[in-house]
């Protein structure tokens, strides 16, 4: 495994003195097989945590390739505080996060199919991002906004009936 070192340059002030060390940089390989070490658990509770597959950590761990973007600053943020571990696996107990269940090849979501992948995805963001909000979304949601794309936007008084409609069939 590469190990990889930097030269630091310090000049101390009022003495313009320059001292140069030579400062060893840890690896994320290494820091990740550290972080498992502190908190006593497998690669698999790790890439749980990570939200990642198992197959992931051991490339990261193997240095086959490094992680980016949020999985950077998680693996960070996981290294420096205790807390951080805590909170993730409170937030993995909980199960606090919402699947919806959707077919990216088949234009479905939750079983209701789309016409086109641009109506696909429209219906996909707009259910998302509501449900960051706390939005639980139904089949019969999806299928309003399905129904939107081919019969064109229902007045209030449209919805309110169909959202009637569906509680009485449902209550029966």
Partial sequence: MLRYEAIITTIVPFKGIIVSEVMKMKTTATILKEIRQHYQISQAKLAKLLNTSVRTVQHWEQADYQPSGTAVRLIQILAKDDEVYTALTNLEEE????????????????????????????????VISNMYEGFEPTKFDIEMAQRSYVEGSPTAEEMLAQIRAAKSTTSK
């Avoid at 199960?95 to 088949?106: A, F, G, P, R, S």
């Avoid at 479905?108 to 996909?124: K, L």
Wanted: glycine share 4%; proline share 0%.
């Fill in 95 to 126: 199960n606090t996060i919402m699947y919806l269940e959707h077919d990216d090849q088949k234009f479905t979501i939750m079983g209701v199919q789309f016409r086109n992948q641009e109506e696909y995805r429209a219906t996909m963001n707009s």
